[in-house]
């Protein structure tokens, strides 16, 4: 059975962030992720796993200054002594709540400007190398552009040749199927080739982003065929409720805790 991990940047907004720890954990979840932590304090958020008996799956590595419109800055070669600081920052958090993988987002870019190619691919294997210190994986995640306008990584294959050409243990995909979806589609055929390499997943419907309980893809048999491939990470619900959280949660009753 696929372990869920409450998205909680995107999930129980009706309650304030350190809340939705409590909320996700009455709901039967027993894993969380989010984009990121770093306005709360890393003991704070310790504190709320460790009361709800949560474990943390995923967040990402500081994007650079998002209200600005940054979406990461691994394909910037002038951000080369931020992105260092930052693995630090994320690295402070992963100790605290004892997450296993960390997505670096690549930021906005063009992925044909060789100049950025070749400074997030130093970035990636810097990030990686740092990170395979602590046994921590680190994940790339391919996004949509309607979502994402500009972003560097909007491809699966680049993806895939990156992580086969640095051929480091803990470099992974995230295969975030809403993206997929809307990127290349073939999705059952992308799990059954990507799942060697692939470190997280995440979910939603395609194309509003919300439940994966209806519109264009089937979970019911992705959910199965991610269960008969042997995948044993996380999946991650990212998904925007349509109403309130806890109305949507239908799809999720059979797999809930208790
Ligand atoms: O799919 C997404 O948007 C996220 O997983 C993310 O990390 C960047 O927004
Ligand atoms: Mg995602």
């Given at each position: ?43 704070a958020i310790a504190e709320r796993l460790a009361r709800n008996n949560l474990r943390q799956a995923l967040f990402n590595l500081p ?196």
């Amino acid at each position: 059975m696929p372990a869920f991990a409450a998205n909680l940047t995107m999930m129980f907004n009706e309650w304030d962030f350190l809340d939705r720890f409590d909320a996700a954990a009455d709901a039967g979840f027993s894993a969380v992720e989010y984009l990121f932590p770093y306005e709360a304090a890393p003991e704070a958020i310790a504190e709320r796993l460790a009361r709800n008996n949560l474990r943390q799956a995923l967040f990402n590595l500081p994007p650079g200054d998002w209200s600005a419109g940054e979406r990461g800055i691994a394909a910037f070669p002038g951000r080369f002594d931020d992105l260092k600081a930052d693995v630090e920052r994320a690295l402070d958090y992963a100790a605290a709540t004892r997450v296993r993988r960390l997505h670096l987002m690549a930021g906005i870019a063009d992925p044909h400007d060789q100049e950025a190619a070749s400074s997030y691919r130093r970035s990636v294997a810097y990030t990686a190398g740092r990170l395979a210190e602590k046994g921590i994986d680190l994940l790339l995640e391919p996004i949509n552009g309607r979502n994402m306008p500009g972003y560097f990584l909007n491809d699966f294959a680049i993806a895939e040749r990156l992580i086969a050409e640095c051929g480091l243990p803990n470099l992974k995909l995230q295969f975030d199927i809403y993206h997929r979806q809307i990127l290349h589609g073939d999705v059952t055929m992308a799990l059954r080739r990507l799942l060697p390499i692939t470190g997280h997943i995440q979910i939603a419907s395609v194309p509003s982003r919300n439940e994966p309980d209806g519109e264009e893809l089937n979970y019911p048999y992705l959910f199965g065929e991610i269960d008969r491939l042997g995948y044993d990470g996380f999946i991650g619900c990212e998904y925007i409720p349509r109403g309130q959280t806890l109305d949507g949660l239908g799809w999720f009753k059979p797999f809930a805790r208790n």
